[in-house]
């Protein structure tokens, strides 16, 4: 049961996940965006959390989508990115009132006032470059908010925290070093989520932009390769950026929205309300608790943080205006 208050306060959120994996799903079920869906048998609850009428009713005012690469084809990665932007340009095509290309805040917000969802991606795994920084720029016209370095495979940038080549003890390549530096000149965030313990501390100490974790939870709450400790929380949150609280149980633990609550307040304990926003990895071919398995249930979620004392300021804070704050730094 959703409260007047919590019903009050969501309704008033500008809600951004800051990963969200709708493109991968197109990919493989050519979707109808704007037809409301259900987990498609025998591959739920891989898929199917998101759609044009469930994210509205869920009041998800902006959405990260992931731009997914073969790791394995890294020479065809460049043709791959820029697939997945044809298809998210598609999309917005065919549903241009309820979808908008945004990147700014100011996109972000006309978008909103506009009854529409600000759709904008990020790269999932620097591997897709093929080390062509410059197609960065181009990228970044098209839609590239943000690059996360690794994915769940070694390239020529970085090392993942798990996977294939992963590595406890090296950091960034002269190349990753140079990639970080080339999205800070451009504009462009750098996502540490997938990346190594070495590799999110010598990002933080490098970039001259704000650091995002897009999607990912705390090893103090729930212990996960997939986690980052509190020291990568302070780093990040230093540079002035924000860490994205993931709702898969695999990595958050049992508990459902309790469990990203958790994980939310311990971010905020760390470092500040300033460092919490929401990834929150639908469609990302994992497991979700059946209380936030689709995007109208988010409201369970405020229900859940103001239950347990956060301010109708915090909520809001957490769910976009964090990230409107990163962007505004660029």
């Known amino acids: 049961?959703?409260?007047?208050?919590?019903?009050?306060?969501?309704?008033?959120?500008?809600?951004?996940?800051?990963?969200?994996?709708?493109?991968?799903?197109?990919?493989?079920?050519?979707?109808?965006?704007?037809?409301?869906?259900?987990?498609?048998?025998?591959?739920?609850?891989?898929?199917?959390?998101?759609?044009?009428?469930?994210?509205?009713?869920?009041?998800?005012?902006?959405?990260?989508?992931?731009?997914?690469?073969?790791?394995?084809?890294?020479?065809?990665?460049?043709?791959?990115?820029?697939?997945?932007?044809?298809?998210?340009?598609?999309?917005?095509?065919?549903?241009?009132?309820?979808?908008?290309?945004?990147?700014?805040?100011?996109t972000i917000r006309a978008a909103r006032e506009n009854g529409q969802i600000a759709c904008f991606a990020g790269l999932e795994g620097a591997h897709g470059l093929d080390g062509r920084l410059e197609l960065l720029e181009g990228l970044k016209a098209r839609g590239l908010v943000y690059v996360g370095l690794v994915h769940f495979t070694k390239n020529w940038a970085a090392r993942p925290m798990?996977?294939?080549?992963?590595?406890?003890?090296?950091?960034?390549?002269?190349?990753?070093?140079?990639?970080?530096?080339?999205?800070?000149?451009?504009?462009?965030?750098?996502?540490?989520?997938?990346?190594?313990r070495p590799g999110v501390f010598e990002v933080c100490a490098r970039s001259t932009a704000p650091v995002i974790c897009s999607h990912t939870a705390c090893t103090a709450v729930h212990s996960s390769p997939r986690c980052i400790d509190d020291a990568q929380i302070k780093a990040i949150a230093d540079t002035g950026g924000v860490i994205g609280v993931i709702f898969v149980p695999a990595f958050i633990g049992p508990g459902g929205v309790d469990a990203v609550v958790a994980h939310l307040e311990h971010i905020r304990k760390i470092a500040g309300v300033g460092a919490c926003a929401i990834g929150t990895d639908w469609e990302g071919w994992a497991y979700y608790p059946s209380d936030l398995d689709s995007a109208e249930k988010m409201p369970v979620l405020t229900e859940a943080l103001l239950r347990r004392g956060w301010t109708p300021e915090e909520v809001l804070a957490a769910y976009g205006g964090n990230f409107m704050r990163v962007l505004e730094a660029l």
């Open 162 to 196: 798990v996977g294939r080549g992963s590595s406890q003890t090296i950091g960034l390549t002269d190349e990753g070093r140079a990639l970080v530096d080339a999205l800070n000149t451009l504009g462009i965030l750098v996502d540490v989520a997938h990346l190594n």
């Open 1 to 106: 049961m959703i409260s007047n208050e919590a019903r009050a306060v969501h309704d008033s959120a500008l809600i951004i996940d800051l990963h969200c994996d709708l493109l991968l799903t197109d990919f493989f079920t050519r979707l109808n965006w704007g037809k409301r869906h259900r987990n498609p048998l025998p591959l739920a609850p891989l898929m199917g959390h998101c759609d044009i009428p469930r994210l509205k009713e869920g009041n998800i005012g902006a959405l990260a989508l992931g731009l997914v690469t073969n790791p394995l084809r890294r020479r065809s990665g460049p043709a791959a990115i820029s697939r997945c932007l044809d298809r998210m340009d598609k999309a917005i095509a065919l549903h241009p009132t309820s979808l908008a290309r945004a990147t700014t805040p100011a």
